[in-house]
């Protein structure tokens, strides 16, 4: 049977090259050649077939979906649909409001035009909400005691900035003798929500990176 770097057969080779792999990061002494080895693997062949397998799922979840759904598995979705629905009116009815409440159709990094904004948004001007999101930590220099600061709907930093969804965003201004505190973890934001297009800019006559606004009494 042929052999190979490692002396062994072919099959053997596979397993030893696997615990290599594996191990190589907790061993910093590891001889010199394990790198070599391990640079003998075929990246190409390996990202060729986690590419193959991302497509096969992809166009299994897809040919799922076309499938006509039995009249049980509508029904299903119809009752989860309107569950939901009733959930969602609701907690607006408490004052309790998301992200998802906010978008409206624009391209992302798209310009901003005040005709984009719902009836639905429109209605929220001046109304005081609560609102779930995260701090997010570029917009803070500072642990405690913060006047100011970017609440974004989830701790990724695509939610802020150019190429972001504007509708993402909040600008967070604490009114006077309020302050918040830092954290990582989600936290709720209550206040007046204000859609203020004219503040918000690069420029004076430039793009928004903002058009939300909540004057908040509490973050917690």
Do not use: W
């Not at 701790?155 to 965003?169: K, L, R, V």
């Amino acid at each position: 049977m042929p052999r190979d770097v490692f002396g062994c057969c072919p099959r053997t080779a596979t397993i030893a090259m696997a615990l290599l792999a594996s191990i190589a990061p907790l061993l910093p002494s590891l001889s010199p050649v394990a790198p070599r080895l391990l640079a003998q693997q075929s990246p190409a062949k390996d990202t060729q077939s986690r590419d193959e397998g991302s497509r096969s799922a992809a166009k299994a979840e897809a040919k799922k979906l076309e499938e006509p759904k039995s009249p049980a598995e509508q029904k299903e979705a119809q009752r989860k649909e309107a569950e939901e629905k009733a959930q969602r009116d609701a907690a607006r009815k408490r004052g309790e409001y998301t992200f998802d409440d906010l978008k409206f159709e624009i391209e992302r990094g798209g310009a901003f035009k005040e005709e984009m904004l719902t009836d639905a948004i429109r209605s929220l001007n001046k109304k005081t909400m609560r609102i779930r999101g995260y701090i997010l930590p570029t917009s803070v220099f500072q642990q405690k005691g913060i006047k100011q600061f970017v609440l974004v709907r989830d701790n990724q930093e695509c939610c802020f900035g150019p190429g972001a969804m504007i509708y993402d965003c909040i600008i967070v201004e604490m009114q006077e003798g309020k302050t918040a505190d830092f954290a990582t973890r989600p936290v709720t934001v209550q206040g007046r929500f204000e859609i203020d297009s004219s503040s918000y800019r690069y420029s004076p006559d430039g793009d928004h990176y903002a058009i939300f606004r909540i004057k908040a009494t509490e973050v917690k």
